[in-house]
Structures are given as C-alpha cells and as structure tokens.
C-alpha cells in the first residue's frame, strides 16, 4: 500500500473530517492498495494525551528520593571516646563496626541519625 497525499487538518479534503472529529485529527492519508486497487482515505487520530510535565515531575521526584535514599545509605565515621562502651556498644549492635587504623566507628548515616550521632561525624563519608 502506497501513500499518495498526506493533508494536514483545514486544507482541501479534510474539512469534513476536521468538522467531525475536531482538534484530535492529525492528518488524512489518501493511500493506494495495489494488491486490490483501491483508493482509500484513511485518518490519525488523537486518542489520548498526557501531559509531559506529569512525568517530569515524577522523573525529578524519583531523583531526589533516590538521591536521598543513597545519602541515607552513605556511610560515615564516627569519633567515639575510648571510655565511652556504653555508646560504642549501641552503634556496634546498630551495625557499625571499628576501623582500626583510622580509630573511628563506621556505621550508616541514617543509623547514625536515629542514634542521634551526627554531631560525632568526623571526616565526611567513607
């Protein structure tokens, strides 16, 4: 099947069909079938639109929540005294655990925020 003429909305030999299907027509095909021989006029139609801002906004809104689930994951050292075991203690069994070398607590920030630790960070991340 062969295009002859392709119309866009409002010229010669649309009126009709832009008058009954209104802004939702995108153009009118005049097309050929070689295999039976016949002229056939064919039309696009709009069958649903959605705005593109939508899904920016939800493509931006899934960024910053993985942005903000990947600081939270981030993990960061955490100066403790050598005298305070009670303390060191809790962010062992919260899942820290010591770095030797650098004598600091490793442990996950948002961990370190429920413990109320993030005035111990030392260093930035890890």
Known sequence: MRTLRTLKPGQKGT???AARHGA???CVRYRYDEDTREHLKTVELVVRRRSRERELERAASAAVNSRAAVAADRRVALR????ERDLQWRVKSAGGRWDPVRRVWILKRN???RLDLLHRVVGGGV
């Open 80 to 83: 403790i005294g050598l005298r």
């Open 15 to 17: 009126r009709d069909l």
């Open 111 to 113: 961990v370190a925020e």
């Open 24 to 26: 939702s027509l995108v």
